[in-house]
């Protein structure tokens, strides 16, 4: 298989294999006019598999959201066909409009304009809390 390297844009590298297209989804790839490459399964020492996405425009990207899908993403900003900015990630501390609130008795479940807010509890066991009810999401 021959994939083309990126000129100018974003390889998402480290991707747990059979995220990737989550990720597209989440991120609204699909929305863009240039090109996106989304690999799937690709062989890797570290985690035995991997998913790479790459995006052949710079765009901004939420890497809240990348850090709350799988905190191992690596992202790598090209310009000029060269590596100029490699980002390792991690759990965030906050996520906002990420995840929402399955408590029928939040606030968020009676007023539809509140935000969805939680706050990382447990690192380990990547547990967050909301944080109007402090109910638990896995």
Same mark, same amino acid.
């Given at each position: ?53 790459? /995006? $052949?425009? #710079? =765009?901004?990207? !939420?890497?809240?959201?990348? @850090?709350? /899908? $799988?905190? #191992? =993403?690596?992202? !790598?900003?090209?310009?000029? @066909? ?57």
């Amino acid at each position: 298989m021959n994939v083309d390297g990126v000129n100018n844009g974003i390889v998402l590298d480290h991707i747990q294999a059979g995220k990737s297209m989550e990720i597209y989804r989440i991120l609204r790839l699909d929305k863009l006019t240039c090109s996106v490459a989304v690999i799937q399964n690709a062989v890797s020492e570290k985690y035995g598999k991997k998913d790479i996405i790459k /995006i $052949d425009e #710079n =765009i901004d990207i !939420n890497l809240d959201v990348l @850090g709350y /899908i $799988d905190p #191992n =993403i690596t992202v !790598n900003r090209v310009i000029d @066909g060269k590596l100029s900015k490699k980002e390792h990630l991690e759990l965030p501390e906050v996520v906002t409009d990420i995840i929402k609130c399955k408590n029928p008795r939040c606030i968020t479940s009676v007023e539809q304009e509140i935000v969805h807010k939680f706050r990382l509890a447990d690192r380990e066991k990547r547990i967050y809390r909301c944080i109007y009810c402090d109910a638990e999401h896995k």
